[in-house]
């Protein structure tokens, strides 16, 4: 178990899909940015979860990207390290801190796009010197390099068109 991040494929919206759905009519793209469809059939949901598993367009499971920033153990050991960084230098970060980092499982929760922004802005600031001075031990320095590193990638996937983040 731990903290996956995913942006979803933006295939619906822009009217590149390879295969039609089976009820294109009830297709809509939830808040978290995925396509869902608006039934409760479970037939009929069925039928969209396979429709979205062949999948329809030519990116894997409708996913344009995707990172797991760590298990459920590291990533509140991950948010103590930054909030006493960032506390030391008087900088708030909380859209990382508050909403990604709250927990080490989130899943079903997203970042709007408004707040995608706000975290490319937080990372930004984050950048590599501040947490080399922090003075933490060479394994969690390589972790949460490589977490933010791999947020950093996805952030930009999710401004690049336009779609939130989802847990
Ligand atoms: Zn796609």
């Given at each position: 178990?731990?903290?996956?991040?995913?942006?979803?494929?933006?295939?619906?919206?822009?009217?590149?899909?390879?295969?039609?759905?089976?009820?294109?009519?009830?297709?809509c793209i939830?808040?978290?940015?995925?396509?869902?469809?608006?039934?409760?059939?479970?037939?009929?949901?069925?039928?969209?979860?396979?429709w979205?598993?062949?999948?329809?367009?030519?990116?894997?499971?409708?996913?344009?990207?995707?990172?797991?920033?760590?298990?459920?153990?590291?990533?509140?050991?991950?948010?103590?390290?930054?909030?006493?960084?960032?506390?030391?230098?008087?900088?708030?970060?909380?859209?990382?801190?508050?909403?990604?980092?709250?927990?080490?499982?989130?899943?079903?929760?997203?970042?709007?796009?408004?707040?995608?922004?706000?975290?490319?802005?937080?990372?930004?600031?984050?950048?590599?010197?501040?947490?080399?001075?922090?003075?933490?031990?060479?394994?969690?320095?390589?972790?949460?390099?490589?977490?933010?590193?791999?947020?950093?990638?996805?952030?930009?996937?999710?401004?690049?068109?336009?779609?939130?983040?989802?847990?």
């Amino acid at each position: 178990m731990g903290l996956d991040a995913v942006v979803f494929c933006d295939c619906v919206e822009k009217g590149c899909l390879t295969t039609p759905h089976p009820y294109p009519r009830l297709l809509c793209i939830a808040s978290n940015g995925s396509p869902e469809i608006r039934s409760k059939n479970s037939f009929k949901v069925d039928e969209h979860d396979m429709w979205m598993n062949l999948p329809p367009c030519k990116h894997e499971q409708m996913m344009l990207g995707g990172c797991q920033l760590g298990n459920i153990w590291f990533i509140p050991h991950m948010r103590r390290i930054l909030s006493g960084v960032l506390r030391k230098r008087g900088q708030a970060c909380p859209v990382l801190l508050g909403k990604v980092l709250y927990g080490g499982t989130h899943t079903g929760d997203y970042l709007s796009v408004k707040d995608v922004g706000r975290l490319s802005d937080e990372l930004d600031r984050l950048k590599g010197p501040q947490l080399s001075e922090a003075g933490l031990s060479g394994e969690d320095a390589r972790q949460i390099a490589l977490a933010i590193r791999e947020l950093r990638r996805l952030v930009k996937t999710a401004l690049t068109v336009n779609k939130p983040i989802a847990f």
